[in-house]
């Protein structure tokens, strides 16, 4: 565990590795080991914890956790950090907290009109309103803040599931608004559902190029929304996830052969990403997949 622990740091914290890395190439250990992690963390109310498991000199801004639908009943939520050492800053959304709220998204997807998004194309209604709710929360200036504090940093924006989503809408934000130069994001998506149109998913690649659409076996998620789109890239794992499995990086957008092949596809599958459960890291993430 300590030599896990200890190669962690040690290549976080090499110079030449991470720093102000953006991820061109789809890198199995890096997402593992410290964007998976990170991601699992924000279904906690204490993000810091695995934060910190990973860099020493992690800094949470602030978690953002606000009621995100119109029943009132629902919240939506993501997290603000950094870490200097790495020159990194780190924008994490949650997922759905229950079933209720995936029902309520479905009814809400499947019932309005998509919104106009502001970089290009039209997106989910849910997912657009809820990122704005987080926004106006004070992470629109927080990320103004913080970007302006730290230019040169790279920018890593993750989430699962809804959070995916809100991750992808959040990435296309900060590049429309110019907050951090789109060369230096990194988007990386666990189980993302489609999220806006065909213009919208075209926008996305032209604009994020590095982004990464990680899809586990048969995830039912990414293929569940029907009229939407996805954007690239997918990277396909068609196994456990478990260290030193392989994946697949797909064709361009809703590629057949990936995720969406096959049959019986399944909530197993999108609640179990690396081979451990998306809420593995709430209470911090020594015991990473490695
Ligand atoms: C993945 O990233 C780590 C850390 O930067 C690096 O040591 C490793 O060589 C990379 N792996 C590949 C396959 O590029
Ligand atoms: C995915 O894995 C299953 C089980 O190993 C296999 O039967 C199937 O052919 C694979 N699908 C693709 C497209 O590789």
């Known amino acids: 565990m300590i030599g896990v622990i200890l190669f962690v740091c040690v290549y976080i914290y090499s110079p030449n590795s991470v720093n102000s890395y953006v991820m061109t190439n789809y890198n199995d250990s890096v997402v593992r080991r410290v964007v998976y992690p990170l991601t699992s963390a924000s279904y906690g109310t204490t993000p810091e914890l695995c934060l910190k498991d990973i860099f020493a000199d992690g800094q949470l801004v602030r978690q953002y956790t606000v009621l995100c639908d119109r029943t009132q009943k629902h919240t939506c939520s993501g997290y603000l950090a950094y870490s200097t050492s790495a020159q990194a800053i780190f ?58 504090l730290l230019p040169g940093f790279s920018l890593w924006v993750s989430g699962h599931s809804l959070g995916a989503g809100l991750a992808s809408l959040a990435a296309g934000h900060i590049a429309y608004k110019g907050y951090v130069p789109p060369s230096q994001i990194t988007l990386i998506t666990f189980g993302q559902p489609r999220t806006g149109n065909y213009v919208f998913a075209k926008t996305i690649d032209k604009v994020i190029p590095n982004t990464w659409r990680v899809t586990h076996r ?73």
């Open 91 to 148: 924008l994490v959304f949650r997922g759905s907290s229950s079933t209720e709220q995936v029902n309520e998204e479905f009814l809400e997807t499947v019932t309005t009109f998509p919104i106009s998004f502001p970089l290009g194309g039209r997106v989910n209604p849910y997912f657009f309103k809820a990122l704005q709710i987080i926004l106006t929360s004070g992470l629109e200036q927080d990320l103004i803040y913080i970007t302006k």
């Open 218 to 290: 048969k995830d039912l998620v990414p293929v569940i929304v029907p009229l939407y789109a996805h954007h690239n890239r997918e990277v396909w794992y068609n196994n456990s996830m478990a260290p030193g499995q392989p994946f697949v990086i797909c064709g361009t957008d809703d590629d057949q052969e990936c995720v969406m092949s096959g049959s019986g596809h399944n909530w197993d599958d999108h609640s179990n990403y690396f081979n451990v459960d998306s809420y593995f890291a709430v209470n911090g993430c020594k015991n990473i997949p490695h």
